[in-house]
């Protein structure tokens, strides 16, 4: 997208850089002290850059696996050298105020597709006038590489999903895009067409105006009556004014002949007093309310505007005739500092924006830093990439939230963020396509344990059998994570070979169930105990017993065993859970202190922080239960088991009451949010 430069100075009034940075103070040039009138006021100091570099800023967007860039690239897109135009008309309007033109233009198109917007490209073309489609064809560019980026993503990634690599890709030729260049064609013509005719128009009107300076020289010489002559010099005047811009370069020359043969004509032409006090008068009044209305523009909200008019101001006033020579400096004075007001607010405003520019570029610099370093992180876990991604799809979401960079870094800049964006989900892309197969790996390899569980698990050789499937167990422990639609199959499948084997050895062994029965008896008789008694001012020893007592029992009939235990679990935990309650409701009151400050402080990312620490340790005590209790399968007839057991068990004791504290802060802080938001 080409983009104009502001020059809100009118044509006949910018002379060089040196006179942008000097006319404001320099003493009018009058050839006649009577007739001296400033002949230009262009903004004090301002510099001949003083045009807007931005862009036009794109619409919010998406996330491309986080954010979605298509608004900013289409823009890009649309600055091919394809849709550039050349000698291009001095645009005179505000970055504010041009921004908001294309936003309105994008409005109106936002709803077509691509091909009705070429449609609609072609139709402005031959229903509207060449010079007023200026911010209609810009907001026609951007919709349409909006939406032709966006397919030129999906195909990529469909090329690269079948096995393409992205660098051989190409996209296919888009009719119409090929429409769009075709009409933008014929509108670079017309606009060529019409910039050449206000050329030649400027042309035209050099000559008309040389024409009239000769007929003024002619007037001095003249010998008809004085009446006769000054409105002669009237009806000059009135051409001049009625005369359109001349050429850049002759502006400040055809100006200052003008000029002088109008001082000349007050100098020499013998005109009676009456009739110059009276012109002289009018263009005192006529200069009286320039300079009011150069004063009211102090009211302006628009800095630009204010600015624009200011020179319109100024172009009315060079075409004022002179004042008389007691008002000549006062009127002149006036008027300069109520200019010098409006040059130097539209001053100070473009040095805020370039200096918003700068800032801004620092800032995204710092981005693309963080960005960079993120992808060239060693990351090995998926965890660690979970991670990473949020702390870029965070850097995106800031991304946004910053302006545009001065113009010859912005496109720099927002390829450096992209390069380092896709590089890290490339980089990311590859690690799952390896955890992937390493997956697939591990599967192979469980199965491999399941069918060798499977093809022992009717061996009656029960020691030898035994220890195999021990063995068994521990190589699938030493097995990585296969894929979750596997995982639970291919565990059912393992479990349920060493179950029927073990569950046959225990038959077989049958004979030592008159053991196993008396044992069943005292530990029931344990049992009846353990759940009648209540802690009271007990503490952990009274527990402590409890276990002891219970695993110097021996094995009971395995049929029993599994409601045996959890029997035994449960009258345990009750008394863990009447031991940790007063612990717990002290350490609640402590937590509710901690939260209640930091809601104090207003340390509202901290409060998030916390809820997310917690939340994470309490998906972590899950994983930690679940596989405590797989574990206690391994050892249900190993020898030594019930100690190895009993162990197990309280460490998920100790895991869910944990759990269970956490999920509790996890609701104080839920509830102090809900208050405060109340």
Not at 245 to 259: D, G, L, R, S
Not at 305 to 316: C, G, I, M, N, Y
Not at 499 to 510: G, L, M, Q, T, V
Request: proline share 2%; net charge negative; glycine share 4%.
């Amino acid at each position: 997208m080409t983009t104009e430069k502001l020059n809100s100075v009118p044509e006949e009034q910018v002379g060089t850089a040196e006179d942008v940075n000097n006319l404001t103070t320099q003493e009018p040039v009058a050839p006649a002290a009577e007739s001296a009138e400033p002949t230009e006021v262009v903004p004090e100091g301002a510099p001949a850059e003083s045009a807007q570099e931005s862009e036009v800023a794109p619409a919010e967007e998406a996330e491309p696996q986080s954010l979605n860039f298509a608004d900013e690239e289409a823009a890009l897109a649309a600055e091919s050298p394809e849709f550039e135009l050349e000698n291009d008309e001095i645009e005179e309007n505000g970055e504010e105020e041009a921004n908001q033109k294309v936003a309105r233009s994008l409005a109106d198109v936002a709803a077509m597709n691509k091909s009705q917007l070429v449609d609609y490209f072609g139709k402005l073309i031959e229903e509207k006038p060449v010079q007023s489609l200026r911010y209609d064809v810009e907001a026609v560019k951007v919709a349409f590489y909006k939406q032709h980026r966006a397919e030129v993503e999906a195909a990529k990634a469909q090329f690269v999903a079948e096995g393409g690599a992205a660098e051989e890709f190409k996209p296919a030729v888009d009719s119409d895009e090929v429409r769009l260049k075709e009409y933008f064609g014929r509108y670079r013509a017309m606009r060529g067409e019409w910039m050449a005719a206000q050329e030649k128009n400027k042309e035209e009107n050099l000559r008309t105006k040389l024409q009239i300076i000769e007929e003024l020289k002619e007037l001095v010489n003249s010998n008809e009556t004085m009446n006769h002559t000054f409105q002669s010099f009237r009806e000059l005047q009135q051409r001049w004014k009625e005369t359109g811009v001349v050429p850049q370069a002759n502006v400040k020359e055809v100006w200052e002949t003008y000029n002088l043969h109008v001082e000349n004509f007050y100098n020499y032409i013998k005109i009676n007093k009456e009739l110059r006090d009276l012109d002289l008068q009018r263009n005192l009044e006529a200069k009286v309310a320039l300079c009011e209305a150069a004063e009211a523009l102090g009211g302006e909200s628009s800095v630009v505007v204010a600015f624009r008019k200011l020179q319109d101001l100024h172009e009315q006033w060079r075409e004022i005739g002179p004042v008389a020579a007691e008002h000549k400096e006062a009127i002149w004075e006036r008027f300069k500092e109520a200019s010098s007001r409006i040059n130097k607010q539209h001053q100070e405003y473009f040095s805020g924006i370039k200096e918003e520019q700068k800032k801004n570029l620092d800032l995204k610099t710092e981005l693309c830093v963080k960005a960079e370093e993120l992808s060239e992180r060693m990351l090995t876990s998926r965890k660690e990439w979970n991670k990473a991604s949020e702390e870029l799809i965070e850097i995106q979401k800031v991304w946004k939230t910053i302006g545009f960079a001065p113009k010859k870094d912005n496109a720099k800049i927002y390829e450096r963020f992209r390069a380092a964006c896709d590089k890290f989900f490339e980089v990311k892309r590859s690690f799952y396509e390896g955890v992937k197969s390493e997956m697939e790996h591990n599967l192979a390899l469980k199965i491999e344990i399941c069918e060798a569980a499977e093809a022992i698990q009717d061996s009656e050789q029960w020691k030898k059998t035994s220890d195999e499937l021990i063995a068994l167990q521990k190589r699938w422990k030493e097995i990585g994570s296969v894929s979750r639609r596997h995982s639970d199959a291919v565990w059912k499948r393992f479990r349920a070979a060493c179950d029927h084997f073990f569950a046959r050895k225990s038959e077989h062994f049958s004979s030592v169930d008159a053991e196993y029965a008396n044992n069943l008896e005292q530990k029931v008789a344990l049992l009846e105990e353990i759940e009648a008694f209540e802690l009271g001012g007990a503490g952990y020893e009274a527990i402590k017993e409890f276990q002891s007592r219970w695993s110097s029992i021996g094995y009971v009939p395995i049929k029993e065993k599994d409601a045996l235990q959890k029997r035994y679990k449960a009258a345990i935990d009750r008394l863990f859970e009447q031991l940790r309650s007063g612990e717990r409701a002290r350490g609640a009151e402590r937590f509710r202190n901690k939260i209640g400050a930091m809601k104090a402080g207003g340390a509202g990312n901290k409060l998030r922080n916390e809820r997310e620490r917690l939340y994470n340790k309490v998906r972590q005590l899950e994983a930690d239960i679940a596989t405590l209790e797989n574990n206690i399968g391994f050892f249900a007839h190993s020898k030594g088991a019930e100690a190895m057991i009993r162990e197990v068990e309280n460490k998920i004791a100790r895991a869910k009451a944990d759990m269970a504290e956490t999920i509790e802060k996890i609701n104080i802080i839920d509830r102090q949010q809900q208050e405060e938001q109340q």
